[in-house]
């Protein structure tokens, strides 16, 4: 199969070191230093971001703060402020809406975009387009604020195009380079081939990115077992193959304790509170949930997990909770809890209100509305239980590096 020939209308944009930059374009006063923001300012905690600084010290995302610090003892480390994200997500999602409606966020610092049949196009090239963003995100959003763009036929080759060359890249893949482009990048360099499906592809022949390209269908498919090699070669050829979305089979939310705690009455405040976080998230998407599961892991290594369905949909965290709460005493505590999950599965878009016996629906579901309304107004937890609010120094506000549907939530929690 040729390369796709149809002109790239497909641009995706990629906010350079995004949580660490934001930080910067904060405060002045870091803007320079090797700057990163971690899930905890400790020196176990995990870096979750990297400002291009400290990249360029080696320091990486996923490193322990201890690491970084050996690197670079005067590193500065921050604890997450998702607001500070999340009104940079929205600004830029703004921006983007003035070009074209078909757009989405693929993460809180990623957005994918289809300017096919949009009258800008009329006007401009698409690299035109590119670096009039980047000057309006600039101007408009924060002059410390770089993002990589990569333009391509398909959204696949757009995200491998805005990592090519970061910072502040702008990179085209069309069927006048792609050749070149390949040759010049190694298997591990294509988003979503790391060493195993690397190994998969050497096995049958296929060392570079050109072999890759130029390997028959066939081969493609005996190295992965699968259509996903088929994919994998409409991907290369610049056809579009990942436009799909999938529906959402289930919401949870899990925290990792630091302290040791293995009591029920102490978990439950904790439990209570990932469960109204969840179900707020439920809520914001219109589902109800019929199921609900609980997961343990223990600090000695050992884990415990356990599901139960429910006689009928719900929506209200207090629900849940009783079900889950049962759930957490049937657990065997021989181990102070390292980590706490709790999921709720077999939702459903309808809005269960007929008459119960015992409860007046109706009511019960305006109760839950208006306390979602005052906590997206005011923030998260602004009212909840009183039962969950001993575990508000442990369940902290955080951002999910989900797919599309955590974030048309996000602004909710």
Not at 345 to 367: A, C, H, N, V, W
Request: glycine share 8%; net charge positive; hydrophobic share 40%.
């Amino acid at each position: 199969m040729e390369f796709n020939l149809s002109p790239s209308y497909v641009m995706h944009i990629d906010i350079n070191s995004c949580f660490a930059t934001i930080e910067q374009q904060a405060n002045p006063f870091l803007r320079g230093k090797p700057v990163v923001v971690a899930a905890f300012a400790t020196d176990r905690g995990c870096i979750l971001a990297s400002s291009i600084e400290s990249k360029r010290l080696g320091i990486k995302t996923g490193m322990r703060v201890f690491e970084g610090k050996k690197i670079y003892p005067k590193l500065v480390v921050l604890p997450p402020d998702p607001w500070k994200y999340r009104n940079v997500h929205l600004k830029l999602r703004r921006l983007i809406s003035e070009y074209t409606d078909d757009f989405v966020p693929k993460s809180i610092d990623e957005f994918s975009l289809n300017l096919k049949d949009y009258s800008i196009l009329k006007q401009c090239l698409l690299e035109s387009v590119a670096k009039e963003i980047k000057r309006r995100i600039k101007k408009e959003i924060g002059e410390w604020i770089t993002v990589s763009i990569g333009i391509a036929p398909n959204r696949y080759l757009a995200k491998v195009a805005a990592g090519l060359q970061k910072p502040d890249g702008l990179v085209e893949i069309n069927k006048g380079n792609f050749l070149n482009v390949y040759s010049k990048m190694k298997l591990i360099d294509l988003t979503g081939i790391k060493n195993r499906n690397a190994a998969r592809l050497n096995s049958v022949g296929i060392y570079s990115v050109l072999d890759f390209y130029n390997a028959p269908i066939w081969k493609v498919k005996a190295a992965f077992h699968s259509i996903t090699g088929l994919y994998w070669h409409m991907r290369l050829t610049g056809f579009e193959i990942d436009n799909v979305e999938f529906g959402r089979r289930s919401y949870g939310n899990s925290v990792s304790l630091g302290a040791n705690i293995s009591k029920t009455e102490d978990l439950s405040p904790i439990l209570a509170r990932l469960i109204e976080k969840m179900c707020t998230r439920l809520r914001g998407a219109g589902y109800k949930a019929k199921g609900i599961h609980l997961a343990l892991i223990y600090k000695n290594g050992s884990w415990w997990h356990k599901g139960r369905l429910l006689s009928q949909s719900h929506f209200d965290s207090r629900d849940f909770y009783m079900v889950a709460m049962r759930l957490l005493i049937e657990a065997n505590h021989d181990s102070p809890v390292l980590n706490i999950a709790v999921s709720c599965f077999g939702l459903t878009k309808e809005r269960p209100l007929q008459l119960g016996i015992f409860e007046d629906m109706e009511r019960k579901y305006s109760l839950v509305s208006a306390v979602d309304t005052v906590n997206t107004r005011w923030g998260g937890f602004t009212v909840g239980s009183a039962r969950s609010f001993g575990g508000d120094g442990i369940v902290l506000d955080r951002i999910a590096f989900g797919g599309v549907k955590e974030l048309e939530e996000f602004t909710r929690v």
